[in-house]
């Protein structure tokens, strides 16, 4: 195999351990995105008295989610990996998903902060542009899980073309296996 080619993959076990790395993420923040509801189940509406506890909640898990997608791409910008081609566009994807993940915090956290002044509001009109604030914020918070989550997908799409790419490689480049020297003949002519 050429050098130039020797250079641009990256080792079959380093691709699977990051796959492994980038769906359990990707799972774990689409799961986020579904699980972490703002709108009562039953009525559709913002609750009377939404709990600010269970909201900030929700910002401390996004933090969370975000530095372990940061840690990974900045892992991964680290590796000699993250020059080749396909490295680089997986590097691509995986700055897309730290910012995305990064986002989301905020959103969440203002969405906790608006929470403590809903039941102040004494009329339901006095009530309904910050319930409306906080239906935007934390609707914004989840698309930007949902996104991050896209893009760690997106990340592992590549990785699995590179293994396709691979397999490739190795079923048609040529195994030049060298053959050792004859052994000396103990017999002389």
Do not use: C
């Amino acid at each position: 195999m050429e050098p130039d080619l020797q250079r641009e993959l990256i080792p079959r076990a380093d691709v699977l351990h990051l796959i492994h790395s980038l769906d359990h993420l990707k799972i774990t923040f689409l799961g986020a995105a579904k699980q972490w509801q703002l709108l009562d189940a039953d009525t559709g509406e913002v609750p009377a008295e939404p709990s600010y506890t269970e909201l900030l909640q929700h910002a401390i898990d996004a933090q969370d989610l975000s530095r372990d997608v940061v840690r990974l791409a900045a892992n991964f910008a680290r590796s000699p990996h993250s020059t080749t081609r396909a490295g680089r566009t997986v590097l691509a994807h995986l700055a897309t998903a730290a910012t995305m993940s990064s986002h989301a915090a905020p959103r969440f956290a203002d969405t906790a902060e608006t929470a403590l002044s809903l039941p102040q509001a004494a009329s339901p009109t006095a009530r309904r542009e910050p319930a409306n604030s906080m239906v935007i914020d934390h609707a914004t918070a989840r698309a930007y899980l949902r996104r991050t989550s896209e893009s760690l997908g997106e990340a592992a799409k590549e990785l699995h073309a590179h293994l396709d790419f691979q397999r490739f490689v190795s079923a048609v480049a040529p195994r030049a296996i060298p053959t050792p020297p004859p052994a000396p003949s103990s017999r002389h002519r």
